[in-house]
Nanobody, 114 residues
Framework: VQLQACGGGLVQPGGSLRLSCLASTSIQSISTMGWYRQAPEKQRELVAYSTNGGSTNYKDSLKGRFTISRDNSKNTVYLQMNNLQPEDTAVYYC?????????WGQGTLVTVSS
């Protein structure tokens, strides 16, 4: 599975961005897809994930601001990020897990700054 993430950029505090992750195969067959992020000098952390059974899970501190969704017809997973803050600045990575194997996208940089 190849994952291609896009949608990052520079946004002011309080702004919004939507990240997209296009998979090279049908995402209906992928058990878990999600997003991680890695801020400078910090460890990579889970942002959110979505299962093909329809469940979702979020980092506690991001609930209410970030929303993950899937469009099976487009083989794409989205991460809608609202009310972005400087601490959300990071490289965001698309991730997939299926049958015990993990796949990573190339990362897209999100910078929140005035």
């Amino acid at each position: 599975v190849q994952l291609q993430a896009c949608g990052g950029g520079l946004v002011q505090p309080g702004g919004s961005l939507r990240l997209s992750c296009l998979a090279s195969t049908s995402i209906q067959s992928i058990s878990t897809m999600g997003w991680y992020r890695q801020a400078p000098e910090k460890q990579r952390e889970l942002v959110a994930y979505s299962t093909n059974g329809g469940s979702t899970n979020y980092k506690d501190s991001l609930k209410g601001r970030f929303t993950i969704s899937r469009d099976n017809s487009k083989n794409t997973v989205y991460l809608q990020m609202n009310n972005l803050q400087p601490e959300d600045t990071a490289v965001y990575y698309c991730h997939a897990r299926n049958w015990g194997r993990e796949y990573w996208g190339q990362g897209t940089l999100v910078t929140v700054s005035s």
